[in-house]
Structures are given as structure tokens and as C-alpha cells.
């Protein structure tokens, strides 16, 4: 699996699978999976008001935080989402 910082995103790629994390909003984030070659251009159920993130990427994991939250995404296979210190959800996406 590999990080990367495109457009104020944090983007996951492994295999056939993309997972991007971006700011949206105050103390949001908006997380897309896709096994498609790209996402589509829809995001019509979302409001457009987005905000900016610090995307920090490490040898085995990548934090993003926007406001009091954040998502740290391991290459493991687990996803962890935090408000401030405490762990409000963890998530193991991989197929």
C-alpha cells in the first residue's frame, strides 16, 4: 500500500483498490472507497463547503486531521478516526 497528498486529499492506493480521505466541512471527513479505475465527479448529496487538512505520511501509515478530527490509515489494513485524543471508530477495510 502507498500514501499520497493530491489536491488537499489523502489517498490510500493497494492493488485494485483507492481509498481518499479530504476535509469537508468544520471537524469533518469524507471518506470514498472505489475499486474503479477513478472516483466519479458526483458529489451531489454532499454540501460544497470544504476546508483544509494537515496530511502527514509516514512509512506505514498516514494521518489526516481537519479541526478536533482526525484518520490515521495503516498500511495494515485498519482505518482509526479520532475526535481530538479519543478513538470514536476503527475500521478494517481491506478485501
Not at 13 to 23: A, D, F, L, Y
Request: glycine letters at 6%.
Amino acid at each position: 500500500m502507498y500514501f499520497f497528498e493530491q489536491e488537499n486529499r489523502l489517498t490510500a492506493k493497494q492493488r485494485n483498490e483507492t481509498i481518499t480521505i479530504e476535509p469537508w466541512g468544520t471537524n469533518a471527513l469524507r471518506v470514498r472507497a472505489t475499486q474503479n479505475a477513478d472516483f466519479s465527479g458526483c458529489s451531489i448529496a454532499l454540501s460544497p463547503v470544504k476546508s483544509s487538512a494537515e496530511i502527514t505520511i509516514g512509512s506505514h501509515d498516514a494521518v489526516i486531521r481537519n479541526g478536533k478530527i482526525s484518520c490515521t490509515v495503516h498500511d495494515t489494513g485498519w482505518m482509526e478516526f479520532y475526535s481530538g485524543e479519543r478513538l470514536i471508530f476503527k475500521e478494517y477495510y481491506r478485501d
